[in-house]
Nanobody, 115 residues
């Protein structure tokens, strides 16, 4: 059974940084696309960063230039770092994995950015 578990959320001051981590169990990350999305009460879930197994990383314009997605397939983990946090980055962040059309999601980790 596949499980994704996020960690690293919390309360952060505007201008600070957060590093979110996702641990995947039940499958190997190799060859799979991983990513992060976020959701607020006002907006639908939006994709913020994607890293395919091979190829270019993609970032939403809202975080481009201040975010980095990375992965460690040997350890079965992938991370999202966001720098220069803004109050509008406040959201629940979800990690996800795509395995040949099957998608798996974590339960989410809350990030609150105080101004």
């Amino acid at each position: 059974q596949v499980h994704l578990v996020e960690s690293g959320g919390g309360l952060v001051q505007a201008g600070g940084s957060v590093r979110l981590s996702c641990v995947a169990s039940g499958l190997n990350l190799r060859g799979k696309t991983v990513g992060w999305s976020r959701q607020t009460r006002e907006k639908e879930r939006e994709l913020v960063a994607v890293q395919p197994a091979i190829g270019v990383k993609h970032y939403d314009d809202s975080v481009k230039g201040r975010s980095t997605i990375s992965r460690d397939d040997d350890r079965g983990t992938f991370d999202l770092q966001i720098n220069g946090l803004k109050p509008e980055d406040t959201a629940v962040y979800f990690c996800y994995l795509n395995d040949v059309g099957d998608e798996f999601w974590g339960q989410g980790t809350q990030v609150i950015v105080s101004s």
